[in-house]
């Protein structure tokens, strides 16, 4: 019975630990040369594609007004963001660009899914209009 209790205890703290690891996330670090980067493509440049973009390749998990709830966003790990908030529109256009071309863990890096550096500007321009 004592070891029943142990292992209990073992499985109670294990799973603790692992689910304040996993709530908490790695903050995202952009390099500098990213932070800076100024975006080439003119914000109403074709509107249109970028909102296509984004419904083709970010909906899904980001959702369509980018409040992180897409239909696979409860299948993936780490805060997916909410692209409306003052935080998340505050990180320069570098820093977004960044983040949608490399990715980390659950997002996909998109050089191959979108090869074109303007597409994903489009991309990103398209997230500055989901604003609260």
Not at 34 to 47: E, F, G, H, R, S
Request: proline letters at 4%; one cysteine or more; hydrophobic letters at 35%.
């Amino acid at each position: 019975m004592k070891t029943f209790k142990i292992i209990t205890i073992i499985g109670i703290i294990s799973f603790a630990f692992y689910s304040f690891t996993t709530l908490v996330q790695e903050e995202w670090k952009v390099p500098a040369k990213y932070q800076t980067m100024k975006n080439p493509v003119a914000p109403k440049t074709d509107a249109a594609i970028g909102k296509s973009l984004y419904s083709k390749h970010c909906k899904s998990c980001h959702g369509a007004e980018g409040y992180g709830d897409g239909t696979k966003a409860k299948d993936l790990k780490g805060d997916l963001g909410d692209f409306s908030t003052k935080k998340f529109q505050s990180q320069s256009d570098g820093a977004l660009f960044y983040k949608t071309t490399i990715g980390r863990s659950d997002m996909p890096e998109f050089t191959k899914k979108i090869p074109s550096d303007d597409d994903r500007w489009l991309i990103v321009n398209y997230m500055r209009t989901l604003v609260q």
